[in-house]
Nanobody
Framework: QVRLVESGGGLVQPGGSLRLSCTTS????????MAWFRQVPGKGREGISC????????HYTESAKGRFSISRDNTLGKVYLQMNSLKPEDTGVYLC?????????????????WGQGTQVTVSS
């Protein structure tokens, strides 16, 4: 029922840009905080950026701050991550994440959901 599908990844040279999209369905996006995580083989999953529900306040890791920008369009059910000035260390699988706190807004008994991820490779 609930689906998060990432797109927009690919191969880009250092200094380039990519715009990732997370297309959601099966729930009302405005009730969920959203985030982007990065998974690198041999390393743990790292939170890159998140955006609150309601006030839409955004948060970034120090490495992403000033280069990445997270945004959401609740009407379209989409979340975006604009990635600029990309570096090789940005390489990884980027996953979309949704979380709800208010149990009244849960749709199937779960409070959190993950997408399958989209590959981002920064290399010359």
């Amino acid at each position: 029922q609930v689906r998060l599908v990432e797109s927009g990844g690919g191969l880009v040279q250092p200094g380039g840009s990519l715009r990732l999209s997370c297309t959601t369905s099966g729930f009302t996006l405005r009730h969920y905080a959203m985030a982007w995580f990065r998974q690198v083989p041999g390393k743990g999953r790292e939170g890159i950026s998140c955006i609150d529900k309601g006030d839409g306040l955004t948060h970034y890791t120090e490495s992403a701050k000033g280069r990445f920008s997270i945004s959401r369009d609740n009407t379209l059910g989409k979340v975006y991550l604009q990635m600029n000035s990309l570096k090789p260390e940005d390489t990884g699988v980027y996953l979309c994440y949704a979380e709800v706190v208010d149990s009244d807004h849960m749709v199937d008994g779960s409070r959190e959901y993950w997408g399958q991820g989209t590959q981002v490779t920064v290399s010359s």
